[in-house]
Nanobody, 115 residues
């Protein structure tokens, strides 16, 4: 059974910061590259940040320089530090494997950037 539990979302003003957390299955974290995805209303879900098992990271152009992905396999956790948030970052954020097409999704965590 895959475990994916996202938390840390909320309402924040433009320019603010949030840190998202993801509790994931140990097997998933140990074997897969992991990613943070987001889905805004009326839009397709997109991968915004990815981290390999070795710790290499890459980001969508829209979040590069503002978001930082990290993982702590010992705690079965993955994180997304989001700084300089913009209204267009408003979305439901999900964590999942980035090594294959995800099949199961957690409930996600809502991030709303608004004044």
């Amino acid at each position: 059974q895959v475990q994916l539990v996202e938390s840390g979302g909320g309402l924040v003003q433009p320019g603010g910061s949030l840190r998202l957390s993801c509790l994931a299955s140990a097997r998933l974290l140990a074997n897969d590259a992991m990613g943070w995805y987001r889905q805004a209303p009326g839009k397709q879900r997109e991968l915004v940040a990815r981290i390999t098992t070795g710790g290499s990271t890459n980001y969508a152009d829209s979040v590069k320089g503002r978001f930082t992905i990290s993982r702590d396999n010992a705690k079965n956790m993955m994180y997304l530090q989001m700084n300089s948030l913009k209204p267009e970052d408003t979305a439901v954020y999900y964590c999942n494997t980035a090594s294959r097409v995800p099949v199961y999704w957690g409930q996600g965590t809502q991030v709303t950037v608004s004044s």
